[in-house]
């Protein structure tokens, strides 16, 4: 069964650093999503990516996130200062198509991400 | 209520009862889709019913949908310890073209005892 991979599991940083979270998505997916969960919050959209570009983005998606595909295989979710409040679950995540293409989203295992 | 609102929050059943998780959504949808998260891992797709079906069975799973009132319900029939998880109905929204996100409901939490 194909997986979408995520890197690191888990990852501590200070207040105020930079952090890149991987992914490698299922292979022949095109489009791209990740989402995040505060501990005992409902799982939130960030950001859809499709054909290099960013489809959409919630408004938690501010100047701080960026995401990027800089190969074939890999896309990354980068938060360039750190809040504590960023504090939380990272899950990407793949899906083959969209709208009436749509069969369902594969998810990654998730980054817990701990600003201290 | 917000989209996607299931219903029980919190579910514990005897394991081989069936287990019947509800969500209501408000918006139109052209599907709705069903996932599982055990505790602190990440999400596994179950099923996807599209907005012209309602019913669509895999294996122990059964799920309806009703457009007219805007709700589905996921039936796991014979439970089993593992299948103890938070259960998230999601439906997409936004863009046909981009991809559309899923927004997710707060979940059932099910647990199921020996």
């Known amino acids: 069964e194909p997986e979408v991979t995520q890197t690191p599991s888990h990852q501590v940083t200070q207040m105020g650093q930079e952090v890149i979270l991987r992914c490698v998505p299922i292979s022949n997916h095109l489009y791209f999503y990740w989402y995040r969960q505060i501990l005992g919050q409902k799982v939130e959209f960030l950001v859809s990516f499709y054909n290099n570009e960013i489809s959409e983005k919630s408004e938690i998606f501010d100047d701080q996130f960026s995401v990027e595909r800089p190969d074939g295989s890999n896309f990354t979710l980068k938060i360039r200062s750190t809040k504590l409040e960023d504090s939380a679950m990272y899950f990407c995540?793949?899906?083959?198509?969209?709208?009436?293409?749509?069969?369902?989203?594969?998810f990654g295992s998730g980054t817990r991400l701990t600003v201290v | 209520s917000q989209q996607g609102e299931e219903d029980p929050q919190a579910l514990s059943i005897q394991e081989g009862e069936n287990a019947t998780m509800n969500c209501s959504y408000k918006?139109?949808?052209?599907?709705l889709q069903w996932y599982r998260q055990n505790s602190g891992r990440g999400l596994v797709h179950l099923i996807l019913i599209r907005s012209n079906e309602r019913e669509k069975h895999s294996g122990r799973l059964r799920v309806t949908l009703d457009t007219s009132k805007k709700s589905s319900s996921l039936l796991i029939t014979a439970s089993r310890a593992a299948d103890t998880a938070s259960y998230f109905c999601a439906t997409p929204q936004g863009l046909t073209g981009g991809g559309n996100k899923l927004t997710f409901g707060t979940g059932t939490q099910l647990k199921v005892e020996l």
């Open positions: 918006t139109s949808i052209n599907n």
């Open positions: 995540a793949s899906s083959v198509g969209s709208g009436a293409r749509n069969y369902g989203y594969t």
